[in-house]
């Protein structure tokens, strides 16, 4: 198992579940939140039952983000600059390959099709 904490935002339920499962098979720990929005104190996330935590990247090691996320505030691209300010690697990970590129101009290391992180996982070549 590596020793990699990964901060994983993804809006649907169905696939966050399976990604989540396939991830902690390959790393020390996943924190999968499916919302984001900004407040006063920063960005805060939320998770599937809809617990919200303040963001703190000191916590992660690599963030997987969603390009979009329906029925958040914030999209993955408004997330990006948060993320990289934190000094956060971060993946895109959005199905469409324009929201990939627009997270990646905004600071992503790089971008992957969210279907592809099960085989990366399992090959343990998730950090950028």
């Known amino acids: 198992m590596q020793a990699i904490r990964v901060l994983l935002i993804e809006d649907c339920l169905e ?3 399976l990604l989540q499962e396939a991830l902690q098979a390959e790393v020390k ?3 999968w939140f499916v919302r984001a929005r900004t407040t006063e104190e ?3 996330l939320m998770n599937a039952d809809g617990k919200e935590s303040l963001l703190d990247c000191t916590l992660y090691d690599l963030a997987l983000v969603d390009g979009r996320l329906k029925g958040s505030s914030m999209d993955g691209w408004d997330l990006i600059p948060h993320l990289v300010a934190g000094k956060l690697p971060v993946v895109a990970i959005s199905g469409d390959a324009w929201f990939n590129k627009r997270m990646v101009e905004l600071g992503a290391a790089k971008s ?3 279907f592809d992180i099960w ?3 399992r090959k343990g070549a998730l950090m950028p």
Do not use: I
């Open 15 to 17: 696939l966050g579940d």
């Open 29 to 31: 720990s996943v924190s």
């Open 42 to 44: 920063g960005v805060l």
């Open 112 to 114: 992957l099709e969210k």
């Open 119 to 121: 085989t990366l996982a």
